[in-house]
């Protein structure tokens, strides 16, 4: 089955340290990958997105993912984060369709002072 | 510059009650989308729309409606609301599908619904 799974529901990190967040899918080929942001109260906003080529991208606000075709995996990085970097993290990947996108459940990104 | 608006922001309905969101952008997006999203469920996409006149269902489609009449609305229908269609839901229009590099989704801030 096609599936995208972020394995953690919530991230605590301090402000300032670095960030992983996690993303896998499970799927027969590549697909597209993306990364969106949601702040509290707001829509989501994308921040990145691998379609092919270069494993490593980069996005807006000083975040980057790296693809790993061997791990089927897309975690999204960020060496040094800031307190308005504290919302919830949305992995989503592109596979059979050319319109539906497949979500994962998000991680939510708590920064402590 | 507006983008994606939706309208209301907030809603509480009683079962068995009807409402319609609207969607609206000025971005003169052709591929508009509805989606709901609950806690620890990710979104899912109810339906969405290619073009004006144009409507299609997506992994949730039971219990909705769309018409999208206008290039720039894309209206969202409940003819018999449930409790289970308490959710906070999404509207987001790209410029062309998420598969080439000019579909980012741009979302709406979103519509608040509780059926009681």
């Known amino acids: 089955a096609q599936s995208v799974t972020q394995p953690d529901i919530h991230i605590t990190v301090s402000e300032g340290a670095s960030l992983e967040l996690r993303c896998n899918y499970s799927?027969?080929?590549?697909?597209?990958l993306f990364w969106y942001v949601q702040s509290p109260g707001q829509g989501l906003q994308l921040l990145l997105k691998?379609?092919?080529?270069d494993t490593l991208v980069q996005g807006i606000k000083g975040f980057e993912a790296e693809f790993k075709r061997s791990q089927s995996s897309f975690n999204l990085r960020k060496p040094s984060v800031h307190w308005s970097d504290a919302a919830e993290y949305f992995c989503a990947g592109s596979m059979d369709s050319n319109y539906q996108l497949i979500w994962g459940a998000g991680t939510k990104l708590i920064i402590k002072p | 510059n507006a983008g994606v608006t939706q309208t209301p922001k907030f809603r509480v309905l009683k079962t068995g009650q009807s409402m319609t969101l609207l969607c609206a952008q000025d971005?003169?997006?052709?591929?508009m989308y509805w989606y709901r999203q609950d806690p620890g469920m990710g979104l899912r996409l109810i339906h969405y729309?290619?073009?004006?006149?144009?409507?299609a269902k997506g992994e949730v489609p039971d219990g909705y409606n769309v018409s999208r009449l206008k290039k720039q609305n894309f209206l969202l229908g409940l003819e018999s609301a449930a409790p289970s269609q308490t959710s906070v839901y999404f509207c987001?229009?790209?410029?062309?599908?998420?598969?080439?590099?000019?579909?980012?989704?741009?979302f709406g801030e979103g519509s608040r619904l509780t059926v009681l």
């Open positions: 971005m003169n997006h052709e591929y």
């Open positions: 987001a229009s790209s410029y062309s599908t998420p598969r080439v590099t000019t579909g980012e989704l741009f």
């Open positions: 729309s290619v073009g004006e006149g144009t409507t």
């Open positions: 799927y027969g080929a590549t697909p597209y």
């Open positions: 691998y379609f092919s080529g």
